[in-house]
Each structure stands twice: as C-alpha cells, then as structure tokens.
C-alpha cells in the first residue's frame, strides 16, 4: 500500500502553492506566452478569447475553487498541501492504456483511430461521473461535512479512491453511445473495438486499489499471497473495530465477549470471555499532541474499550503495526482483467457478428466481479440477501448480456444500431 505518492506543501516562500498563488501565476505566465506565440501568428486577443477563452476561464477556476477546496487539512483546519496519490497515477496510467489500445485496435479495424482520442473525453469523464456517483450514493453518509463547501469537497476527491467499477462502465458507455449516434457511428462495431480496452484500464486500476487499500479482501492464512495492510488502511480500522487486532470477538447483539486469543493484547490486559463490552471507540485524546504539520488523516487515534465498566485504553503506538492477513483481491481482480482484455482480443479475430465481442465483455466482467465479491469484504449484503450491490448489478448485466447476444444473432441489431455513416469519420 502507498497511498499518497508526493506531497505538494500548501505554501512555498510563503505563498500558496494553490488558490491565489503560484499555480494562478504560472497559468497567467502560460496565457501571456499563448498570447504572444497567436500574435507572432497573425491572430488577435479577441481570436485566443473567442477559441480558448472558456478554456482558460475553467482552469483559472480549478486553480483558485476547485483545488484548495480538496487541499488536505490538518486537525485545526488548516490547508498543508495537495497529496499525488498513488490511485490517481494508477488511474491517469489506466485511462492512457485503455485509449492507446483502442487507437490502435480502431485502425486495425478499418476505423479512424482519431475518432478514438476525441471520444475518449467522453469515456473518461462519463466514467468517472459515473464511478463516483454510484460510491457516494452508496455510501452519501460518508461525505456530510460541516459545510456545504466540505461536502462538495470531499465528493470532489475522487483521485484518492471511491470510484465504482459498474458506476464507470455505465456512466462511460452512455456518454460513448450518445457520442456515436451524435456522429452516427456503428455502435456495436465500436463497442467490439473499445471493451476489451476498458479491461487493460481495469487492469492498472485494480492496482490503484491495491496501492490506496481500499477493495480488499476477507481474512486468509499467512503465506505468499497473503497481504498486510498498515494502521492508516480500512482494513485495518475493520479488523480493529471487530476485536480482531486486540485479540477477541464478541456477539454484536448481545456485546458478550465470546472468545479471547491467548496472548493477544485483550488477553494480556486481563480481559475474559463472558465479560460484556459496554464501549468500543477511537480514543481522540491523542490528537492534542499530534503535529499540525501533517493532514488529519495521518494521524492515527488510540482505542478505548469499556469492558464490565472497566476501560481499557491503547495508543497508537501500543497497537498492531499492521493488519491480519487477508486475500490478495485486488490482484486477483487485477489479473482477472487482464485475462479478459487479451482473451477479448483473441474473439476478435474470429468472424463474429458485430456487438458479439462487446457483449461477451459485459457477460465475462459480470462473472468475475460477482465471483470477486465472494472474496471481498468491503461491501455489505443489500435488499435483505447476503448478496451485495455488485453483486445484484452482475446478475443483471449477466441477463442483459444473454438477452443481447441472442438479439445480435437474430439479425435485428444491423438495422437496429448500424450506420450507413464510414467509421472513418
């Protein structure tokens, strides 16, 4: 796990790095240099404003709204910088794969791979409007803040985790179909070309979860593939809320204690099967020590636990270093894309009807993902099953695929979904 890969600091020589400061200024520079560059071309301000000018305006607007809103705060509030995460890079690397190959698997079509780059704006902010919509309002409670500004802040902070996979794929494909018939391309010819892709971009994804410790999986015994995560992990806040990292369980209806791990800390803390646990929280006192010159979020709180009226307290630095081993999802789930995106681009050498390919890939990831949710245990069982959101969403892409492929081969998709329009643009 590593989540933040670089940390911008908020203020350089004393000015912000963000917001009205040295990113504002080094815009203004650009602007000045585009402006220099058009006239030495024969163009005018009014030529640069009239092509470009809602570009700059939404930069200078990320620069001086956007970003400080999602700066990271230290536990007074204060701004201390702008973290590079490690699920971001993996998800800039992952959007740049999946693009490159469908260019290339366009032209090897008979396409127009231009056609490509100028619906991959479409695919990506479609997909992540959609990733992210589907998190947070799966999870809404999470991202209340103390201000309407906090909380548009925090939904904002995408690059960091809480993007779904379903959410992507169908924010993605709805913005991709409506480009296509805008155009009045082939949708199911194009589709064939750009699914096996979205796996490659999958692929380098499901990494970024590995790297931002989030999609992880359910206890494992130790070995090889096992993974450990750190106290900053969810995993581990999981495992230490459960009693597992302390060393005992309890029944959460009637907060008896039902087993105590011999040695464990609970153990050496005299704590005994039978007792009941009154209070079970983080234990914040520590926090009027921690330094301010580090985000909130890295700065780790203590535990209590009231057992039989008795407290116990722990510090940071008296628990686990790392989480109990769980299975290594991510990578499975990463490898398992990669096994679709290759084995996709093997069908498409055979003489399929168009939209088989593409089709296949929905039907393919459906199984995956709800074989993948048998091994997570991140998300919890929805509409009174065990069966989780992914889950109940995999069963549907799953019908949906089969009653696709059997609409495709009655011959009705070509009048349906095809152009007379060239893929060539």
Known sequence: MRRTLLMIPHEIAGLPVFGFG???????????????????????????????????????????????????????GEPVGMALRGYGAMLLLAVGSAVSLAAFRAKRAGMNP????????????????????????????????????????????????????????????????????????????????????MFLGLFFGRIGCLMNGCCYGGRCEEGPTALHFPPGAKVYQDQLFDGQLLGFSYDRDTRQITDVRDGSIADRAGIQVGARLNEFAEDRSVFANASRAIPAEDVLPGVIATVDGRRYRWTPDELPPKALPVAP????????????????????????????????????????????????????????????????VSLFVFAFSIVGLVWIYRGTSSAALHSEASPNG
């Open 329 to 392: 999802a991510q990578l499975i789930s990463s490898f398992g894309a990669l096994v679709l995106c290759l084995a996709l681009c093997g069908l498409s050498l055979a003489n399929l009807r168009a939209g088989a390919v593409m089709i296949a890939g929905f039907a393919s990831y459906a199984v995956l993902r709800f074989i993948m949710e048998l091994i997570r245990v991140d998300e919890a069982g929805q509409f009174g099953t065990s069966l989780s959101i992914s889950q109940w």
């Open 22 to 76: 040295w990113l504002l200024i080094a815009l203004a520079v650009g602007l000045v240099v585009r402006i220099v560059v058009a006239k030495r071309r024969g163009q005018t301000i009014g030529d640069v404003v009239r092509t470009e000018g809602m570009v700059w305006a939404m930069a200078v607007a990320a620069v001086t709204i956007v970003l400080p809103m999602v700066e990271l705060k230290n536990l007074d």
């Open 114 to 197: 231009d056609l490509i780059y100028a619906m991959a704006p479409w695919a990506f902010f479609g997909g992540i409007f959609g990733a992210r919509l589907f998190f947070v309002t799966q999870y809404r409670d999470q991202f209340i803040g103390e201000t309407t500004f906090e909380t548009i802040g925090n939904m904002l902070k995408f690059t960091e985790g809480g993007l779904v996979v379903y959410g992507a794929f169908i924010g993605g494909s709805l913005a991709v179909t409506y480009f296509l018939f805008r155009h009045h391309l082939p949708v199911l010819k194009f589709g064939d070309v750009i699914v096996p892709c």
